[in-house]
């Protein structure tokens, strides 16, 4: 499987920006998709934003137009673009790839990158 590991989260104030990345390593050409999920305290596990090898590109409503998803050209990497903070955007974000490896479907996360929004 795919390990990952993010880095990027932070405090930030309302209105500010923030970068998170993930780094990938292991059998990254068996990525097929890969995305942004967070968790606030008390709240279920939610997609942000994934983007997958077809090129295909999907948000949460509640992050269009203020974060943006993206990888470098290796597929090492992927980032969050975060701008426009809202402290509603307070949470544990954690990276995801899902992929096929030797014939078996796998899902892996990262460890997780904290980001609180607050004055």
């Known amino acids: 499987q795919v390990q990952l590991v993010e880095s990027g989260g932070g405090l930030v104030q309302p209105g500010g920006s923030l970068r998170l990345s993930c780094v990938a390593s292991g059998p990254i050409f068996s990525i097929n998709v890969m995305g942004w999920y967070r968790q606030a305290p008390g709240k279920e596990r939610e997609l942000v934003a994934v983007?997958?090898?077809?090129?295909?590109?999907n948000y949460a409503d509640s992050v269009k137009g203020r974060f943006t998803i993206s990888r470098d050209n290796s597929k090492t990497t992927l980032y969050l673009q975060m701008t426009s903070l809202r402290p509603e955007d307070t949470a544990v974000y954690y990276c995801?790839?899902?992929?096929?490896?030797?014939?078996?479907?796998?899902?892996?996360w990262g460890q997780g990158t904290q980001v609180t929004v607050s004055s």
């Open positions: 983007s997958s090898d077809d090129g295909r590109i």
């Open positions: 995801n790839a899902a992929g096929t490896f030797d014939s078996r479907e796998y899902d892996s």
